[in-house]
């Protein structure tokens, strides 16, 4: 048997390569259908299986109402010396055929296509975000982001069985059933055509108001588990302020929005319903009173009666089943259509169509009149030009707001500059792919978040193919090997198997951040980027940690952004910003000597009034 399963499960490969695209389908028809292509073939085939299962259960009507004639023209005798052959062919029918065809039919799609959809979904959808720049996310919920990844992909294949199982079949059936019962008598037609006029007036009214109350629905859900995400993520906020009254309360404003939207969807619904219930009752009474009225004029057979009743009362479950199936069809239009708004956007950051990799020899980095506002009239940097000499080691400072970090999501490419550019080695970083110009590049932030992984897996993440000797020795190197070797986590796992938790909140600032030098130890990258390295480091480890960070920088070019003057001042060269602009340029004694910003920012922290 798990063969059997194993067989339709494999029929697609959902993680196939495919070419990326940077600007993705923007109307749900052509999205919808670029995640199905690869199951086109098993599609057609499913398609044959419904209309074939379908045909089944009109095959079963059609012989009631023909056993019911044969019963009533025949003594039991006369019916088994006649029709015992008949009725075997039936049997194989119903034991074997018929179960056969229905188990094929759920197979494609339970087995084979629904969960291959959801999985080659969400990977395209994850390749695709995780393409997107450092702004994007920082514009948006992380929270939504990953329950539009998440639930896109499935409501995609949820909606293809509805398709499959409610439209294929139904078509086949009411097909079927016309032709079953104009075969008994024309006149059977009446009520049915009648019944399909007045159910195709119902759909479309219904059909009208759902799409739009489930889009709004599932943007309502979205919002909500955003809201959720947020609070837990900044649980600590939450606690130190003692906001969870205010959390609650705000949380009712969202579930409310939440459950009135849900509401105006299931009002639709109910509605829909309710007249579905009536045109069923006049379908019931038109067909099976107008067969009896044929059967009292003698234009009828009771088997024809039978066989009209059975089938009527059919399409009567079979309407409450579509109704819950176009539920379903729309509520996962509505998710598709409000998912796309993450997972279809053209990627805000791409590489140009020759970009290589960049040829790194010295590391030399030149900024040439380099200009960044943010799509503002101020702010940012303005105009900024300067060089790094390979191996030299620069540091950056300035009040806050000065253009610091700008300065190095740009050098990062983490943004297209507005105007200027920056070569290394004498290339200009736009000209070459993202991923080849971080490789050359360590960089360890002020507030290094981890991976919710084992301190293995997030040292590591520096350098995948190192041993774990050289993990260790990075380790080591951080001063973190002997703090790591007393770590156990919840799980029973220890040391180096540990896991650190969401963001690496199991663990101290301290730790977070000397596992986050290993990691970049590890990398061994020649540039360097010091974003406030040690600024969470008590005064003894931060001692311990310098003499690590000037043993990294030897050979490498570095930039180190600190706001405690006194770990930079043996730099080989400081930049000082002010305003988006570079206002002094020069070696810690010279600056001052000039008696302008650099000196007054280290007088005061002289005095033990650290500004930043």
Not at 345 to 350: E, K, R, S
Request: glycine fraction near 8%; include cysteine; charge should be positive.
């Amino acid at each position: 048997m798990t063969r059997i399963f194993q067989f339709f499960e494999n029929l697609v490969d959902p993680y196939t390569a495919e070419p990326q695209h940077d600007v993705p389908p923007n109307r749900i028809g052509p999205f919808i259908w670029s995640m199905m292509r690869p199951f086109r073939r098993l599609l057609a085939l499913n398609a044959c299986t419904a209309f074939a299962t379908a045909a089944a259960e009109l095959v079963l009507i059609f012989y009631l109402g023909r056993l019911v004639d044969l019963l009533a023209g025949a003594s039991p005798a006369t019916f088994w010396a006649n029709h015992s052959w008949e009725l075997i062919a039936v049997l194989i029918f119903v034991l074997i055929m018929r179960p056969a065809i229905q188990t094929l039919d759920t197979a494609l799609i339970k087995n084979a296509i629904q969960p291959n959809v959801a999985a080659l979904g969400r990977w395209r959808s994850h390749c695709h975000v995780l393409r997107q720049p450092v702004g994007w996310f920082e514009a948006d919920f992380a929270g939504r982001i990953a329950n539009r990844v998440v639930q896109m992909p499935a409501a995609t294949g949820d909606l293809v069985f509805q398709i499959m199982n409610a439209l294929a079949f139904t078509v086949a059936y009411l097909v079927g059933a016309g032709v079953l019962l104009a075969n008994a008598h024309p006149m059977l037609l009446i009520p049915l055509g009648l019944w399909l006029i007045l159910y195709a007036v119902l759909l479309r009214w219904s059909l009208k108001r759902i799409r739009p109350a489930a889009r709004a629905s599932s943007a309502a859900r979205s919002r909500t588990l955003g809201f959720v995400v947020d609070s837990y993520a900044n649980i600590n906020s939450v606690k130190l302020f003692s906001h969870t009254s205010r959390e609650t309360d705000t949380a009712v404003g969202i579930l409310e929005n939440h459950r009135r939207t849900y509401m105006a969807e299931n009002r639709i619904v109910t509605a829909m319903d309710a007249g579905l219930v009536v045109l069923n009752g006049v379908l019931i009474a038109g067909i099976i009173g107008w067969s009896l009225v044929m059967w009292t004029n003698g234009t009828a057979t009771v088997g024809v009666v039978a066989a009209a009743g059975a089938l009527a009362l059919r399409i009567n479950a079979m309407t409450g089943w579509i109704l819950a199936a176009l539920s379903a069809f729309f509520r996962a239009l509505g998710i598709i259509s409000e998912g796309m708004e993450t997972v279809a956007q053209p990627i805000g950051l791409i590489d140009a169509p020759t970009a290589g990799t960049l040829p790194l020899s010295g590391g030399r980095i030149e900024v040439c009149n380099l200009t960044h506002n943010y799509g503002r009239t101020g702010g940012g940097i303005q105009n900024i030009s300067f060089t790094i000499a390979p191996g030299e080691r620069v540091g950056l400072v300035g009040r806050s707001g000065a253009g610091k970090s700008t300065l190095v999501k740009a050098i990062l490419r983490l943004y297209d500059p507005e105007g200027g550019q920056i070569l290394i080695d004498g290339r200009d970083i736009a000209t070459v792919s993202q991923d080849s110009l971080r490789a050359q590049i360590g960089m360890v932030q002020q507030d290094s978040m981890l991976l919710h992984r084992s301190i293995r897996d997030n040292i590591m993440y520096g350098r995948p193919d190192a041993s774990e000797a050289q993990m260790i020795a990075a380790a080591r190197q951080a001063k973190a090997h002997d703090f790591i070797d007393d770590l156990r986590d919840s799980f029973g796992k220890s040391g180096y198997d540990a896991h650190v938790g969401e963001r690496g909140v199991k663990l101290s600032g301290g730790q977070r951040q000397r596992i986050a030098l290993a990691r970049v130890i590890l990398k061994d990258a020649p540039i360097l980027i010091l974003d406030e390295a040690t600024s969470a480091l008590d005064s003894e480890v931060e001692a311990q940690i310098q003499q690590t960070l000037y043993g990294m920088m030897k050979g490498k070019t570095v930039i180190a952004i600190a706001h405690r003057l006194s770990t930079i001042a043996q730099m080989d060269r400081i930049l000082v910003l002010d305003d988006g602009a570079i206002v002094q340029n020069g070696v810690h004694a010279d600056l001052l000597a000039q008696d302008g910003l650099y000196a007054r920012l280290w007088h005061r922290q002289s005095a033990g009034l650290i500004v930043t």
